[in-house]
């Protein structure tokens, strides 16, 4: 049981490339959710889904994008990459349609924007 | 802002003394609080979850202790180890999606 997995875990971009970090869970989770983290910040939403072809803005969406067309799968795309985005990024889910579950997290995506 | 911070950045903490981290949040229409603990280079774990209609929920050698009146929010762990050397969040719902992190306080555990 592999659980949440992200991909890549390391990332290297110059400012103005595109990417997609990878985000897979087999627990069959309806939510799930994509996550930044910056020193002395704490974790800041940046988008969700709670269902196959559902999704929402978190705190921080812009320069984001994300689709859930599998139940497995959510994809975080950066469309321009900027210095701003330098950061960890984490994907989670929960069995519960909300957080009024556990948040299962992945490993983390270290992006760095050159 | 954030809704949710905690009182101090860092804690270092004696093996086998007891360790508190406190949390205070400022929506007082948060009904769900949860701790994470995040170790090095790892994701957050889920350690222990409460909701507002309780003011006490005890796990395996952690308690999370809930004051509404003055929106604080504690993280008690008996007989500190080593392992318990991490970084630890609380989280608040805003909704029923949406969960807003405190900063964070590390733990770290002298032998």
């Known amino acids: 049981n592999a659980g949440v997995t992200q991909t890549p875990k390391f990332q290297v971009l110059k400012t103005g490339q595109s990417m997609t970090l990878q985000c897979a869970q087999d627990?069959?989770?309806?939510?799930m959710s994509w996550y930044r983290q910056d020193p002395g910040m704490g974790l800041r939403l940046i988008h969700y889904?709670?269902?196959?072809?559902?999704?929402d803005q978190g705190e921080v969406p812009n320069g984001y994008n994300v689709s859930r067309s599998t139940t497995e799968d959510f994809p975080l795309r950066l469309l321009s990459a900027a210095p701003s985005q330098t950061s960890v990024y984490f994907c989670?889910?929960?069995?519960?349609?909300?957080?009024?579950?556990?948040?299962?997290f992945g490993e983390g995506s270290r992006l760095t924007v050159l | 802002g954030e809704s949710v911070g905690l009182h101090l950045p860092t804690l270092s903490v004696q093996e086998g003394d007891n360790s508190i981290i406190n949390c205070a949040y400022s929506?007082?229409?948060?009904?769900?609080f949860i701790w994470y603990k995040q170790e090095s280079g790892k994701g957050p774990q889920f350690i222990i979850d409460?909701?507002?209609?309780?003011d006490k929920r005890q796990g395996q050698r952690v308690t999370v202790l809930l004051n509404k009146t003055v929106k604080h929010l504690s993280l008690q762990i008996a007989a500190t180890q080593p392992g318990d050397s991490a970084v630890y969040f609380c989280?608040?719902?805003?909704?029923?999606?949406?969960?807003?992190f405190g900063a964070g306080t590390t733990v770290t555990v002298r032998a």
């Open positions: 627990m069959n989770h309806e939510y």
């Open positions: 889904s709670v269902g196959a072809g559902i999704t």
């Open positions: 409460i909701r507002s209609n309780m």
């Open positions: 989670a889910s929960s069995y519960s349609s909300g957080v009024g579950g556990e948040l299962f």
């Open positions: 929506n007082s229409a948060s009904d769900y």
């Open positions: 989280a608040e719902n805003i909704n029923d999606y949406k969960l807003s």
